[in-house]
Structures are given as structure tokens and as C-alpha cells.
């Protein structure tokens, strides 16, 4: 969730009409997200508006962005997957902009809602649907000169600032760093038994990586909308990168034979996803999350809104995926042998 800026909501409507040429009248903070967005309105119609905040954050997002806006366009125009946000271009036709000091992007406003409960019913779907992106992959090749992160290499980025952080989740003494230390520590073998797993499983997919594609690489139900002809959105591509289909496959994995069923449909090729490469995504985002959240925590930078935020976010979600990440991949092992799809 983010905090919105401190802005001049009257001049950034002043100053995106002039640069777009549209009429707009009305500004109202979307806080969902990791990045400040607006929901932006007027005669000229109804959009979405993100706004890069020069941090730490704000400026890899932007480096990524710069990649993200032509991928969208190839999507659109080789009719890949149209359902994707299309960027709104400048009057002088550029994508991106400077607007009271922030880097700022527009895109059409999808009316269109996140699955949100529908999620697990709509995997064959969006199955399909990663198995168009990943089979269109030398195209999209063809019309742009990189993605928003490099090729996959199998690291483990986090793990350096990880183990720093968690040593110092000892130190300090604000109220939330203290409320995620108790939340934690009782916790303590069970994080160090799945990293250790994350390292195992580190070497076996450096080994076993075959073709890599084009990669949404986030499509959670919180990135998948529905709209009101009941097509599916794929929206926030800023982590789109090449690596093995496994990388999309492994967060639907709920509905495996169903959603394999589908992609191979859409592929037009047999596909058998790897066990070991699907269970190091599994076990690599779990840890990756924490280590997200286990930083904010300890960011003096941030407001304490944002810290006791990464406190909720442990306790309703990274917390209970830790829990069941190994029965999961128990799962997974039971779904992928010999005799299943």
C-alpha cells in the first residue's frame, strides 16, 4: 500500500491537460499498490496516473518503466494480449513525462475489477493467456531492445540484506520493529529451513533452466482483472522478464492439470513444468516478500503508517505462505509425477 505524496492536486491537473491536451477535473488517490497512483477524470474521460516519488524505490521503477511501455505496445499491437494498460502519449508523443518535479505515466482507465475471491476459478483462464505471451516471445523480441529486469539468472538478490536485516530486527527499538520482532522470532527455524531449501533448490534450477520466454512474472489475483464482458486484464508488467515458463506457472499452481491443460492449448507444444523450477519460485517469492517487508519495518525513511503496514502485511500473508510453502511443494511433487498431467 502506498502513502500518497505531497502534491499540489489543482496544478498537477493544471499541468497534465497542457501536456496531453485533455480537459480533467478531479484527482483521487488510489492507495492499493506499491507505487503512488491517481484515478484522474474530466470531459476528456476517466485515468490512471502513477506518479514516481524520487526514492530509493522510485528510481529502479523508472529505469523499469522505460522498458515496461514498449512491451505494452508490442502486446497491443501484434494483438499478443490487447487486454493490457495502454500508455497515453504526450502531445510532443512521449510516454513518459515530468510534471511538478515527479516522473509521471497515463495510461486509459480499465473498467474492470481485481479477482480478488474469483481468483482460483479463473486460472485455466489466465493460464491460456501466459501461454499466448510466452509462445509470442520471438515477436515481441522483434520490437523492443529489452525488458523491465534482466534475464533470468537464479539468484537469490535479497539474501545479503536479508540476513543483515534480520540481525538487526534485534536491535532496534520502534514499536513496529518490535511487533514484527514478535511475530518472527518464534518463527526463526522455520525461515532458515526454507532459505536453506531456496539455496538447494538455487543449484538444481541453474541445472535443469531450458528455453526462457517472456515472463509477466507477478500475475497474482491482485494483477488480473475482469471486466464487464468478462474478458481478463493483465496489468503492472514493470517485472516482466526472460526466464523459464515456470516462473509464471509456479503462483498458479492451484489448478495445475487445468491451467496446463489450457497452456498447452494456447502453445500449441507439449509442456511438462520442471518440479525443482517450480518449487525454487515457490520458496524464492516467499523469501523475497519477507525480505521486502522485513526492510520497510526497518526503513527510518518511512512514515510509520508505512512500517506498521509491512507489520499487517506480515501477519495476514507472508506469515501464513511461510507456513505452507513446504506442503505446497508436498502438493506440487504429488501433482507432477509420473503419472500426473
Not at 42 to 54: A, E, H, N, T
Not at 101 to 121: D, F, K, N, P, Q
Not at 160 to 180: G, I, S
Amino acid at each position: 500500500m502506498s502513502v500518497e505524496p505531497a502534491l499540489d492536486r489543482m496544478a498537477m491537473l493544471a499541468a497534465l491537460g497542457h501536456t496531453y491536451g485533455l480537459t480533467l477535473d478531479r484527482l483521487t488517490f488510489i492507495p492499493d499498490g506499491t507505487t503512488p497512483a491517481y484515478r484522474v477524470e474530466g470531459q476528456s474521460g476517466r485515468y490512471f496516473l502513477k506518479v514516481l516519488i524520487d526514492t530509493s524505490y522510485g528510481g529502479p521503477l523508472l529505469d523499469r518503466l522505460r522498458a515496461e511501455l514498449p512491451l505494452l505496445r508490442s502486446l497491443v499491437k501484434r494483438d499478443i494480449l490487447p487486454n493490457v494498460p495502454h500508455p497515453v502519449s504526450t502531445l510532443g508523443g512521449d510516454d513518459l513525462t515530468q510534471i511538478g518535479g515527479h516522473w509521471v505515466v497515463l495510461y486509459r482507465w480499465i473498467e474492470a475489477e481485481t479477482l480478488s475471491a474469483s481468483w482460483e476459478a479463473s486460472l485455466p483462464e489466465l493460464g491460456a493467456l501466459l501461454g499466448r505471451l510466452h509462445a509470442a516471445t520471438p515477436l515481441i523480441l522483434e520490437d523492443i531492445s529489452r525488458l523491465p529486469m534482466p534475464p533470468e539468472t537464479f539468484d537469490l538478490p535479497f539474501e545479503r540484506q536479508f540476513l543483515l536485516d534480520w540481525k538487526r530486527l534485534h536491535e532496534e527499538t520502534h514499536p513496529a520493529v518490535q511487533a514484527f520482532r514478535d511475530l518472527l522470532t518464534p518463527l526463526e527455524p522455520l525461515v532458515f529451513s526454507v532459505l536453506n531449501h531456496a539455496q538447494a533448490l538455487q543449484e538444481h534450477a541453474r541445472g535443469h533452466a531450458g528455453t526462457q520466454v517472456v515472463c509477466h512474472t507477478d500475475a497474482h489475483g491482485g494483477n488480473v482483472m475482469r471486466d464487464q464482458t468478462g474478458a481478463l486484464w493483465i496489468i503492472d508488467w514493470e517485472t516482466a522478464r526472460l526466464a523459464p515458463p515456470e516462473h509464471d506457472l509456479w503462483m498458479v499452481h492451484a489448478r495445475l492439470p487445468e491451467v496446463l491443460a489450457a497452456y498447452r492449448e494456447a502453445t500449441q507444444r507439449p509442456f511438462r513444468p520442471d518440479l525443482g523450477l517450480m518449487s525454487f519460485y515457490m520458496v524464492r517469492r516467499v523469501l523475497e516478500d519477507l525480505a521486502v517487508d522485513l526492510n520497510a519495518v526497518l526503513n527510518a525513511q518511512f512514515t510509520d503508517e508505512r512500517r506498521w503496514e509491512s507489520h499487517r502485511l506480515l501477519d495476514g500473508w507472508i506469515i501464513p505462505s511461510l507456513r505452507r510453502v513446504e506442503a505446497e511443494i508436498a502438493h506440487l511433487t504429488r501433482v507432477l509425477s509420473p503419472t500426473g498431467p
